[in-house]
């Protein structure tokens, strides 16, 4: 019998694309389905494949009983074909060698193999499980295998829904800080504004001052012009009188009259000139407006009062200098008291190795002191002079800036966390951990910006505001106060000062 494959292409729907249910045969000759042409019929009344007129009524076609028949034994035939192939996909495979079902699975080299192969030379000394057997272990590999993807993709999931919440508190926090900087520029705008308007008033005022000034300045020049060239009028009309009777008649007439209107002006009248001028505004606007807006700007620069315990470091009288005033030598008091030598070795800080004696006053040691009265030399201090500011800092966000000017050495910051400048190389140090920066500039000032909330120290080339480090301080204890660390210098020159605007 022939497949179905060779004519089941002429027994198909051209419609719903199956083989025939119940055709039916057009008067062009074309077959359909009666349900797929009844359908087409009451929309389009014509052959779906030539486009011929066919009758309104589909119902009056009459089955192709050959088509029908045809049709039915095509699906009897694929009925039987996928009957076949299912069975054969069940079928267990022959071993290719012996042509023996494949009951045995080798755990060695993970194939399937059948009873005569166990036994082979090939599979010597392998490890042998029934099919049945050997899946179970397969299937607990692979749901362990699915559990760790099942994990991994709850754990993936996870991480993407924290990277898009972190995405949107991102959002949140650009525009948190959009509105932070738009109000804080419609701050600046506003004074601004309100500067610009108040000195323009003033200038507007002085303006109109001044041409009120110059405008009845200008009014009595006007009047004095009219009454003179009247008279010059007068003057001219008996010039040009030719008859010399008349002319003296006229002149005697008009001589006394002349000579009593008229005065000179010229000389009584002078022009006025209002310079207008601004002051410092003229010329200095920006900086006068950036000094004024340093009024009013929140949060202010510190103003840092500084303190030191060494003996070492001098303070000014203001408390906003300081640099090093090393000392080599001391001198003792001739006849030293117990009183001053105790005092003596405290601030030079010798070693207690002198024990206990029985009068200080009879304590000789000769690589330290001579004779009373002669100037000894101190030991050793370090080499560095601390300082710190009386201005204490436990929340919140504070900045300052320090004038290092050309200083060598350098330590800016608060306790346990500063940056340092060692001969143009700079590093930080967090609670002795030191890192290397590839900063290199030398800048004169250093800003310093401290926020509590956040724990984070930051550091600026106060020069041109650019960033130079920021350190994450997680274990400062409040309260804070300014660092200061500085290289003894003789002379020092050179001191460093907090900025004050």
């Known amino acids: 019998?022939?497949?179905?494959?060779?004519?089941?292409?002429?027994?198909?729907?051209?419609?719903?694309?199956?083989?025939?249910?119940?055709?039916?045969?057009?008067?062009?000759?074309?077959?359909?389905?009666?349900?797929c042409i009844v359908n087409g019929v009451n929309k389009l009344h014509r052959c779906p494949q030539c486009r011929t007129a066919i009758p309104a009524e589909g119902t009056c076609l009459q089955t192709s009983h050959i088509l029908k028949g045809l049709a039915e034994k095509a699906k009897e035939e694929e009925k039987m074909m996928q009957t076949r192939a299912h069975k054969k996909a069940e079928v267990t495979e022959l071993c290719p060698e012996h042509e023996e079902r494949l009951k045995l699975f080798c755990v060695t080299d993970q194939q399937f193999i059948c009873t005569i192969c166990c036994n082979g030379a090939k599979h010597k000394g392998h490890k042998f499980t029934p099919v049945k057997e050997a899946a179970a272990p397969l299937r607990k590999k692979l749901e362990k295998f699915g559990q760790h993807i099942a994990d991994d993709v709850n754990a993936t999931e996870s991480l993407a829904n924290t990277q898009m919440q972190v995405m949107a508190n991102t959002v949140d926090k650009a525009q948190h800080l959009r509105t932070q900087v738009s109000k804080q520029f419609k701050e600046m705008h506003q004074f601004l504004k309100k500067r610009e308007n108040e000195i323009k008033n003033d200038l507007k005022h002085k303006e109109e001052n001044a041409l009120e000034e110059m405008?009845?300045?200008?009014?009595?020049?006007?009047?004095?012009?009219?009454?003179?060239?009247?008279?010059?009028?007068?003057?001219?009309?008996?010039?040009?009188?030719?008859?010399?009777?008349?002319?003296?008649?006229?002149?005697?007439?008009?001589?006394?009259?002349?000579?009593?209107?008229?005065?000179?002006?010229?000389?009584?009248?002078?022009?006025?000139?209002?310079?207008?001028?601004?002051?410092?505004?003229?010329?200095?606007?920006?900086?006068?407006?950036?000094?004024?807006?340093?009024?009013?700007?929140?949060?202010?620069?510190?103003?840092?009062?500084?303190?030191?315990?060494?003996?070492?470091?001098?303070?000014?009288?203001?408390?906003?200098?300081?640099?090093?005033?090393?000392k080599s030598t001391t001198t003792l008091p001739n006849p030293i008291s117990d009183y001053d030598l105790i005092k003596w070795l405290g601030q030079t800080k010798t070693p207690s190795s002198f024990g206990t004696p029985r009068g200080l006053g009879q304590i000789m040691n000769p690589p330290l002191f001579g004779s009373f009265g002669q100037t000894m030399t101190p030991p050793l201090h370090s080499s560095t002079n601390h300082a710190s500011s009386v201005n204490e800092?436990?929340?919140?966000?504070?900045?300052?800036?320090?004038?290092?000017?050309?200083?060598?050495?350098?330590?800016?910051?608060?306790?346990?966390?500063?940056?340092?400048?060692?001969?143009?190389?700079?590093?930080?140090?967090?609670?002795?951990?030191?890192?290397?920066?590839?900063?290199?500039?030398?800048?004169?000032?250093?800003?310093?910006?401290?926020?509590?909330?956040?724990?984070?120290?930051?550091?600026?080339?106060?020069?041109?505001?650019?960033?130079i480090y920021t350190l994450s301080c997680r274990m400062m204890s409040s309260p804070l106060s300014a660092h200061f660390n500085i290289r003894h210098r003789t002379p020092d020159p050179n001191p460093m000062t907090v900025c004050y605007y």
């Open 215 to 326: 405008g009845s300045t200008l009014n009595t020049m006007e009047i004095a012009l009219s009454e003179s060239r009247v008279l010059e009028a007068m003057v001219s009309s008996v010039l040009d009188i030719t008859d010399s009777e008349r002319f003296i008649k006229s002149w005697t007439e008009n001589n006394d009259t002349l000579e009593h209107l008229f005065r000179p002006r010229a000389k009584e009248l002078q022009v006025v000139n209002a310079s207008l001028s601004l002051g410092p505004y003229g010329s200095h606007l920006q900086f006068f407006m950036w000094k004024e807006m340093l009024q009013v700007i929140q949060p202010r620069a510190e103003l840092l009062s500084l303190k030191t315990n060494s003996m070492y470091i001098t303070i000014s009288d203001d408390r906003r200098s300081l640099m090093s005033t090393p």
């Open 393 to 467: 800092f436990s929340s919140g966000q504070y900045y300052w800036e320090i004038d290092v000017g050309h200083r060598d050495y350098w330590e800016l910051g608060i306790k346990d966390h500063f940056l340092k400048c060692d001969d143009r190389k700079y590093s930080t140090s967090s609670l002795d951990v030191i890192t290397e920066l590839s900063f290199t500039g030398r800048p004169r000032k250093i800003g310093i910006y401290l926020d509590c909330s956040s724990n984070k120290l930051t550091f600026y080339n106060a020069d041109n505001m650019s960033h």
């Open 1 to 35: 019998m022939a497949t179905s494959g060779l004519y089941s292409e002429h027994l198909t729907c051209s419609i719903c694309l199956s083989i025939f249910t119940d055709p039916v045969t057009l008067i062009c000759g074309h077959s359909f389905c009666r349900r």
